[in-house]
């Protein structure tokens, strides 16, 4: 066991890259391993139905804050995209800057690959991971996949944690430590805390699962992880080149417009229509009609003692597009009391999904049938066979 050996062993991993090759390999298999962990003890199911109730569904859902870090909460990890870029366009003509250089586009490639390319445009629309919402366990039609058990592309779009992603961009500023130890210690302890939270929100939610969250984490820390070992080298970057100077600022710009139009193209969107009905004394149907296809239609237990119909639409859409809906009511035949709901659409919209709620106390659910029609009119189906849709 002597011989060259040991000393090319040590030579191999005195590398750089290597080294850089290694801790991505251990920052692997450390998420593999805990994932597999919390397969074993069930941790992703017993976590998600802390926060759901069979008779309320997921009851803190459109509580605050956890509705407002839907809402808004990957404008930040948009703000580090557009600083970073400028920390770039700087450094190509101005030497204050020129050291920030390839740091400021592992931030930005961080953003560009780890958050959009990777999570959104492959890993979400190929893993056909169903969401908490989605999965028979919380009243959903699809059953639940563990995250090494990929389903049908398309089919859920749980699988990493989208928002999450957006929070934990900021800890590629961790890699700055070389150059601005404070800058790269809040960075990174604020993107751990900031995607940590947009995490909850999300769990809370019913859209993701813990392990989602842990691997938009890990997602975001591997992709760095490789660009810092590609991009950053020990001493300064070249000086500008005024040649270059002009093209390279323009190349950016263009760069920058494209990526705020994606990331303006995955603002979340998400509007509610609430309807108290004052149900007649000899109503023994209710009939709610959308026309629109439904990810969820239920009845659940109201809390306050009243009938209530809520319709949800949420994805994603354009800053300037617009959504409406008009509602009809009515009462054919001294029996069922009809509710048509009508949503309206303008602009750009993505990944949009509709529910229905109807809220029933107790003592009414005992009385009355809830009727809601599978599909609507707006999928061009004209299928409107009726399911009763229990508690």
Not at 217 to 235: F, N, Q, S
């Amino acid at each position: 066991m002597t011989g060259p050996l040991f000393p090319a062993a040590r030579a191999l991993t005195s590398s750089p890259s290597a080294r850089a090759v290694l801790r991505m390999a251990a920052l692997f298999l450390a998420l593999a391993a805990l994932t597999l962990l919390s397969d074993a003890l069930g941790l992703d199911l017993s976590l998600a139905a802390r926060f759901y109730r069979p008779g309320e569904g997921w009851f803190l859902a459109e509580e605050e804050p956890w509705r407002r870090l839907y809402l808004y909460g990957t404008l930040p990890g948009l703000f580090l995209m557009l600083g970073a870029l400028g920390v770039f366009s700087l450094s190509l003509v101005s030497l204050r800057w020129t050291p920030f250089r390839r740091h400021a586009l592992v931030a930005l490639l961080t953003v560009v690959l780890g958050g959009g390319v990777l999570v959104n445009g492959l890993l979400k629309p190929y893993w056909g991971r169903p969401r908490p919402s989605q999965t028979v366990e919380f009243g959903g039609e699809w059953a639940y996949r563990p995250v090494f058990s990929p389903g049908t592309p398309g089919k859920g779009q749980s699988f990493p944690c989208g928002h999450c992603t957006m929070g934990y961009v900021f800890t590629a500023l961790f890699f700055l430590r070389r150059r601005a130890p404070r800058l790269a210690l809040a960075g990174g302890a604020f993107g751990l805390f900031y995607g940590t939270l947009v995490g909850a929100a999300r769990v809370v939610q019913g859209a993701h699962y813990p392990t989602d969250v842990l691997w938009s984490l890990g997602t975001v820390a591997l992709t760095a992880m490789a660009l810092d070992a590609a991009l950053v080298r020990e001493g300064k970057s070249g000086a500008p080149h005024p040649r270059a100077t002009r093209s390279a600022v323009l190349v950016f710009s263009v760069a920058a417009a494209l990526v705020v139009a994606f990331f303006l193209t995955r603002r979340p969107f998400y509007e509610t229509v609430q309807m108290d009905v004052d149900l007649p004394h000899a109503a023994t149907t209710l009939r709610v009609r959308a026309d629109a296809d439904l990810s969820l239609a239920r009845t659940l237990q109201a809390r306050d003692g009243k009938v209530r119909i809520l319709f949800t639409s949420q994805g994603f859409a354009l800053p300037w597009s617009t959504f409406s809906a008009s509602v009809t009511t009515a009462y054919p035949d001294g029996e069922t009391l009809e509710y048509h709901i009508a949503p309206r659409w303008k602009g750009y919209f993505s990944e949009i999904e509709n529910q229905v709620r109807v809220f029933v106390p107790e003592e009414t659910g005992k009385r009355l049938r809830v009727e809601i029609p599978k599909t609507g009119a707006r999928t061009g189906h004209k299928d409107s066979s009726m399911v009763k849709v229990a508690p």
